[in-house]
């Protein structure tokens, strides 16, 4: 940051400090079963001593997975999401502040960003996607194009441009706690003044 100029807050430096390490017991420590949403809180908190039915759902073998979350208040609007592939492992992320008319529209936003995540890391056309959204509106929507709502068709239409670039995509409804990571990232996204992305 110092040989770059740069300058980064407290607040991004302890959130980036805090989704390191939670990716990282994630995936180093099988037997530590972690409930994210609390992680954020009191991460001494999150360990469970007996196993735990999860909500996420893997996906097959070969395939990529991204759940996608929107949430909105009055004040605020966010969304966040997570790419995972078959071994749980975290391959990319983003969230941030979103602009639109409520939570079922922003996790449709949220579906075009994690696809242009998708197509700028060079992964469009590689392997199968399987998406996973929470909101039952916004899956319907991703279904059935005659229920798509009019005052949306501009929005529609970056998606299926999108779409037609990813080889082979798959729209799913997530389970409770299926995308608990992903609310996680919408309900910080709602507190930060711009998009953040990373992938590895």
Not at 46 to 71: A, D, E, Q, T
Request: charged share 25%.
């Amino acid at each position: 940051m110092v040989f770059e100029r740069k300058v980064l807050s407290m607040d991004t430096l302890i959130f980036h400090s805090k989704m390191r390490a939670l990716l990282w017991v994630i995936a180093a420590f099988d037997e530590c079963m972690v409930q994210e949403r609390s992680w954020w809180l009191c991460p001494s908190k999150c360990r469970f001593s007996k196993p735990i039915k999860l909500g996420w759902r893997y996906p097959p073998h070969g395939w990529l997975k991204y759940n996608v979350s929107g949430m909105a208040t009055e004040e605020a609007m966010g969304c966040g999401s997570m790419l995972r592939d078959e071994d749980e492992l975290v391959r990319a992320l983003f969230l941030g502040p979103c602009d639109a008319i409520d939570a079922d529209s922003v996790e449709l936003g949220a579906i075009i960003i994690a696809l242009d995540v998708i197509i700028e890391i060079g992964w469009s056309g590689i392997g199968s996607i399987i998406g996973e959204n929470g909101s039952l509106v916004a899956y319907n929507w991703l279904l059935n194009k005659d229920k798509r709502p009019w005052s949306q068709q501009a929005t529609f239409a970056d998606l299926e441009r999108r779409l037609a670039c990813v080889h082979e995509v798959t729209f799913s409804k997530a389970k409770p706690n299926g995308i608990e990571m992903a609310n996680t990232l919408a309900a910080a996204g709602m507190k930060r003044l711009g998009m953040f992305k990373a992938w590895w």
